[in-house]
């Protein structure tokens, strides 16, 4: 089992900046991924950010250039580092986990969810 921290959200103006952590503790296996998902009211929940233990980051188009994603992996953290936010940022960020194995994520963790509300 792994269980994941999420802290840093809050409420910010357009053009502002907030950083989110995340803390995985419990069944950490060497290879795995840490990022982040949001969703917004009404909207499919969606990835925002990724990055495996090797290193491979992938963002969503919309965040390119603008968000950065960074981990530490003796800790076991992840944050990500959101600029310039749009009001279209606004929703509710989740920290994301999966152990793998070959290759492949065996099982997903989710962090309980943290407000991001971005005012124009």
């Known amino acids: 089992q792994v269980q994941l921290e999420e802290s840093g959200g809050g409420s910010v103006q357009a053009g502002g900046s907030l950083t989110l952590s995340c803390a995985a503790s419990?069944?950490?296996?060497?290879?795995?991924?840490m990022g982040w998902y949001r969703q917004a009211p009404g909207k499919e929940r969606e990835s925002v950010a990724q990055?495996?233990?090797?290193?491979?980051?992938t963002y969503a188009d919309s965040v390119k250039g603008r968000f950065t994603i960074s981990r530490d992996k003796i800790k076991n953290t992840v944050d990500i580092q959101m600029s310039s936010l749009r009001p279209e940022d606004t929703a509710v960020y989740y920290c994301?986990?999966?152990?793998?194995?070959?290759?492949?994520?065996?099982?997903?963790?989710w962090g309980q969810g943290t407000q991001v509300i971005v005012s124009s």
């Open positions: 994301y986990y999966c152990n793998r194995l070959g290759g492949r994520c065996i099982k997903d963790y």
């Open positions: 990055l495996t233990s090797i290193g491979s980051a």
């Open positions: 419990g069944s950490i296996f060497s290879s795995n991924v």
